[in-house]
């Protein structure tokens, strides 16, 4: 079992950045993919960003330009840069994993995802 814990979120206003982390700990395995999802007030948990265990990254076209997700699997964690950031990003953030690779289609399915952190809440103020 592996567990997430992402940090990193906060307070910040339109145009600035911010970056997420996610750490991964206990049975942790290099060959997973990884991805970003976010869930604002009402809303459905969407994706964001993924990076397989390949190395190829995805992005939600609403922020492709924006945010960066990147890997370091010699410390487990990946990360979110998110620059340029705009009052519609504000969400709650959540990693995700798999073992194993994913496709363009399915690492933007959260249904592919077995571990899950708890989020940290990204605020934006106009």
Known sequence: QVQLEESGGGLV????SLRLSCAAS???HP?????????????ER?????????GVVYYADSVKGRFTISRENARDTVSLQMNNLKPEDMAVYFCAAVVGACTGTSCR?????RNWGQGTQVTVSS
């Open 109 to 113: 399915d959260r249904r592919l995802y």
């Open 26 to 28: 206990g049975r942790t």
């Open 13 to 16: 206003q339109a145009g600035g």
């Open 31 to 43: 060959y997973v993919s990884v991805a970003w999802f976010r869930q604002a007030p009402g809303k």
């Open 46 to 54: 969407a994706f964001v960003a993924a990076t397989t265990r390949n």
